[in-house]
């Protein structure tokens, strides 16, 4: 069932917030298996949940979030609430304020029901977590769910929360989003708040829904957008209407689909499946433009360089607590430390550059259609993978077609578009115009429709 | 090749001999990458300015 499917059983008296709430605590622990949670807030959720219903009896209804059971990455900070970044360095950390993110879910009405597992300090891509244990497939339960948001993506594909919120520093949104079978969005930069939220990183970190359909990730995103005094990024661009509605058009519409990189070196299913997407895509009227993007390898080289400087200078204070940082964490904060200012500084003027180069792109297309990820989700403890006979680390698979998308900062959404041979689902990547999430949410509700 | 030893002496807190030795080949090949790229860097405006005229701005 999708948020805009409760809603209207809330609407018309069919469902209570408070049994959709009990439900999906039961969902959580009859799948503790999927160890997708860090944190469960049975009593609070289920005194929210009546006070929804209380609220909607009485005529108040806050929107199509009133009363619905959502989750938030235990990066966002819940007043009087431990908050770990799922690290042992945070164990102790209970903020005294909500992130702006949880302050918009309340005020919507949405009922947290708790804080969702994540690779360490966000810092990766499996959700393997090293003191905390993996986050599991829900799909494929021996495969990694992707991350850092593994169990907010883990948590919404196994049906035990209609929304999950995740953040995207590298594709830690869409890429689970891929592995698990669901809808993330990646926002333009500055859209959604960052107060609140534990950070990895200044330049690239993003806060987005992940949804059962494109139209629940625009109605989560129309509750989040909007200019926010206690962020410095936050950007004044008003926030437009979001909802695609249930039947978009996007007959005219220019899709490029790029006839270099994205499509190079990948798994033959994910091709064939991204190129269905193309078809289906030209079926409703769309335009498919073959185009060549810049050279976005050498984008994700200068991105580690953005994300290594700016992690270690964030975690800092706590890097002589070595014993507390998983093995592979502190080798990525180790790595950022030792890299002189002057890498930094460069990288950062390569990224300018390279915002002008790409932004050519849009002089041809409204649109780019690429696979979200090379493959489908790796087995739990892989630590390379096997490419169109190519061997490359998990990591750099992982995060190929995703990561230098953050660079530029411009809205990006995954959605499912099939499965392969093995059953595991497949992810297709639309990327638009900063600040259009509104023709990104249009074009993929419309192709969600046709993928059935 | 850059002497990681030798510039992880000069910080605080240490980094152990064994993981300079895992992670500088990981250092050098992303230095490598970037300065492959430092040729690109043409008339921008670097990101330091601009953060600036913001901060006047606000």
Same mark, same amino acid.
């Given at each position: ?7 209207? *059983? ?19 622990? *009859? ?68 992130? %702006? ?12 029901? +708790? ?30 769910? /992707?991350?850092?948001? +593994? ?6 594909? %196994? ?52 949804? *059962? ?25 008003? %926030? ?34 991204? *190129? ?8 409703? +009227? ?39 940082? /998983? ?53 739990? +403890? ?67 429709? %046709?993928?059935? | ?20 030795? @895992? ?9 490598? @990458?970037?300065?492959? &790229? ?19 701005? &606000?």
């Amino acid at each position: 069932m999708t948020i805009l499917e409760a809603a209207e *059983r809330l609407a018309d008296g069919r469902a209570s917030s408070t049994e959709l709430t009990t439900d999906s605590l039961a969902a959580i622990k *009859r799948r503790s298996d999927l160890n997708a949670f860090l944190l469960l807030m049975d009593e609070a959720a289920e005194a929210r949940a009546r006070e929804m219903d209380r609220e909607r009896a009485s005529g108040k209804v806050r929107g199509p979030l009133h009363g619905i059971p959502v989750a938030v990455k235990d990066v966002f900070c819940t007043k009087g609430l431990p908050t770990t970044c799922g690290s042992p360095l945070f164990a102790d950390n209970v903020p005294d304020y909500d992130a %702006a993110v949880v302050e918009k879910l309340d005020a919507a009405g949405a009922v947290i029901v +708790g804080k969702t597992h994540m690779h360490e300090l966000a810092y990766g891509v499996t959700s393997n977590n090293p003191h905390y244990g993996a986050v599991h497939n829900p799909v494929d339960t021996t495969r990694i769910p /992707g991350g850092s948001s +593994g169990g907010s993506a883990a948590a919404v594909a %196994a049906d035990l929360v209609f929304m999950a919120m995740g953040s995207d520093t590298g594709g830690s949104i869409r890429l689970p989003a891929a592995y698990c079978g669901t809808v993330g969005i990646k926002p333009t930069t500055g859209r959604v708040s960052r107060y609140g939220v534990m950070p990895l990183d200044f330049t690239l970190d993003h806060m987005g829904p992940l949804t *059962r359909s494109v139209r629940d990730a625009a109605v989560v995103l129309q509750a989040l957008a909007g200019f926010d005094p206690r962020d410095d990024s936050s950007s004044r661009v008003p %926030a437009s209407e979001y909802d695609p509605g249930p039947s978009p058009t996007i007959g005219g519409v220019r899709i490029g689909l790029p006839s270099n990189f994205y499509l190079e070196r990948i798994q033959e299913d994910v091709e064939f499946a991204v *190129r269905e997407v193309a078809r289906l895509a030209e079926e409703l +009227g769309a335009k498919i433009v073959p185009v060549r993007v810049p050279d976005i390898a050498g984008l994700n080289s200068v991105s580690r360089i953005v994300l290594a400087a700016e992690a270690s200078a964030l975690m800092l204070p706590h890097l002589h607590k070595r014993n507390l940082i /998983g093995r592979d964490t502190m080798a990525l904060l180790d790595q950022g430390r030792l890299l002189p200012a002057t890498d930094y500084i460069n990288a950062q003027r390569v990224r300018r550059t390279f915002q002008e180069e790409f932004a050519r792109v849009w002089n041809e297309v409204d649109f780019v259609l690429t696979p979200t990820a090379p493959n489908t989700a790796p087995a739990i +403890g892989d630590t390379e993978v096997d490419i169109a006979g190519v061997k490359e680390d998990v990591r750099l698979a992982a995060t190929r077609f995703v990561r230098g998308i953050n660079m530029l900062g411009w809205p990006a959404i995954s959605i499912p578009c099939g499965t392969d041979a093995g059953g595991l689902p497949i992810g297709a990547q639309i990327i638009g115009r900063p600040f259009d999430e509104a023709g990104v949410f249009r074009v993929a509700a419309a192709l969600e429709g %046709a993928l059935g | 090749m850059t002497d990681w030893k030798a510039v992880a002496a000069a910080i605080a807190p240490d980094i152990p001999e064994e993981q300079i030795e @895992r992670i500088a080949p990981l250092l050098d090949a992303m230095r490598g @990458r970037l300065f492959e &790229q430092t040729g690109r860097i043409g008339k921008v405006t670097e990101p330091c300015y601009i953060q600036a005229v913001q901060e006047m701005e &606000q």
